[in-house]
């Protein structure tokens, strides 16, 4: 059964701080790994990686791939309040789908 | 833009009625999903579709049914209402193709069985 395990479950952090979230997975064909952040509302999707090793970047938020290892990070450098969110990692695996398998999400909570 | 709606952000309903939560997509996308969303749970797919007239189950189908009759609706159908099916649905779309692209979301429905 395909599985993704995000970690932390939550993280209080303070305005500046640098945090990192983690997603593992296990699937059976591996297509891609998907970063969305959701706040009040619809999950908005921030990145999608397919490659292993190629940073994936866009201003404060950038991720990364290692497909030998099965996992992915999500970097948030000097954070505001308004990276507040719950973050989503979800994982494309089977060939032919478009179905995707989303890990428990890590609340991030970023303090003034 | 992409753009998907879904009918309600909030309802309200009694055990044992029957429920149907409607989502529009506004992008001629070929694929569409309805999840639920718990604490605690994460993400979970319901049904999906690949087309029109279309569907699929997903992971936790019991309880629900879908319908698409027409490219850019998707319901789901709550047949008799549980209080167990109090949760947020989320609505999601996305074009076929070889390449892999992802899915956008609508804003969700959170529903409450009484």
């Known amino acids: 059964e395909d599985k993704v395990v995000q970690s932390p479950l939550s993280l209080v952090v303070h305005e500046g701080d640098t945090v990192t979230l983690n997603c593992s997975y296990e699937v059976t064909n591996f297509r891609s790994l998907l970063w969305y952040k959701q706040e009040k509302k619809a999950p908005t999707f921030l990145f999608m990686l397919?490659?292993?090793?190629i940073e994936k970047k866009s201003g404060r938020l950038s991720s990364i791939l290692d497909k030998k290892e099965l996992f992915s990070i999500l970097n948030i450098t000097a954070t505001q309040t308004g990276d507040s969110a719950v973050y989503l990692c979800a994982v494309e695996g089977e060939v032919g789908s478009e179905k995707l398998v989303f890990g428990k999400g890590t609340k991030l909570t970023v303090n003034p | 833009d992409v753009k998907v709606t879904q009918s309600s952000r909030y309802l309200v309903k009694r055990t044992g009625e029957k429920v149907f939560l409607e989502c529009v997509q506004d992008?001629?996308?070929?694929?569409m999903f309805w999840y639920r969303q718990d604490p605690g749970l994460g993400l979970r797919l319901i049904y999906f579709?690949?087309?029109?007239?279309?569907?699929e189950k997903g992971d936790i189908p019991e309880g629900y049914s879908v319908s698409r009759e027409k490219k850019e609706r998707f319901s789901l159908i709550l047949e008799s209402a549980s209080t167990n099916q109090t949760s947020m649905y989320l609505c999601a779309s996305t074009p076929a193709g070889e390449r892999v692209q992802p899915q956008h979301f609508g804003d969700g429905t959170r529903l409450s069985i009484l």
């Open positions: 397919t490659s292993s090793g």
């Open positions: 992008m001629d996308h070929e694929n």
């Open positions: 579709s690949y087309d029109v007239k279309m569907k």
